[in-house]
């Protein structure tokens, strides 16, 4: 029973590498679905976080977030090549994530991608956090292989994802975000497959559990 988070250099694989490990553990995966909702500027009101807040019990409660999505959930490469900004106002959005997050947390069992968990989950015991890095071309490539777009385009969206990066942390007022000593673990994927990083994640939790 345990809780991970995953924070990454856009375009290292952090979302390959939550995926893999949620599948090999049996937990669920928590990635834009429910936090790109929370964003959207149109389409999250604070009525909304409060009903989550009071939901009790822990059997699918996930489940029954990731269903009060309906259409509004969106991918990183999708988001990125858009005009409009991802990101409602930067002290709500954070404010919001704070809510949320510990909530998901409590169900156990979830890999969590991005938004900061490393910091709002901290404190909280059985939770585990790991950090991606990679060079840029390294991350380009990444990019080109697992989403089918050219050169350009992933540079286009690791820029844009950067920035979104950058824009969230400065709201938790960190920057930070790399130190290593937020972390159970750092991987260099210039230097390492995929493989190994789903497997050194998986025994820690497993060893500590």
């Known amino acids: 029973m345990s809780v991970i988070t995953i924070a990454r250099q856009f375009g290292a694989g952090g979302k390959t590498l939550g995926t893999m490990v949620a599948e090999k553990l049996g937990y669920a995966l928590i990635d834009e679905q429910i936090v790109e909702m929370v964003a959207g ?7 909304w976080v409060d009903s989550i807040a009071q939901e009790t019990g822990s059997e ?5 977030l990731v269903r009060k999505i309906g259409p509004f959930g969106k991918g990183y490469v999708e988001t990125a090549m858009e005009e409009r900004p991802g990101y409602i106002n930067g002290d709500l959005y954070i404010s919001i ?3 949320i997050m510990p909530i998901i947390a409590s169900q156990d069992n979830v ?3 991005g938004r900061g968990g ?3 989950l901290a404190e ?5 956090h790991f950090l991606m890095i990679a060079n840029i071309e390294n991350r380009i490539h990444f990019m080109m292989d697992h989403y089918n777009i050219d050169r350009k385009k992933a540079q286009l969206v690791i820029d844009k994802q950067n920035k979104r990066r950058i824009h969230l942390y400065r709201h938790f007022g960190r920057t930070d975000y790399e130190q290593p000593d937020h972390y159970h673990m750092v991987f260099n994927m210039n230097f390492l497959e995929m493989d190994s990083a789903v497997q050194a994640v998986c025994q820690l939790v497993a060893g500590n559990n």
């Open 111 to 113: 890999v969590i991608i």
């Open 124 to 128: 909280r015991q059985d939770t585990f």
């Open 118 to 120: 490393q910091y709002i």
């Open 60 to 64: 699918g409660l996930v489940k029954r």
């Open 97 to 99: 994530l704070h809510k």
């Open 41 to 47: 500027e149109a389409d999250v009101s604070a009525d």
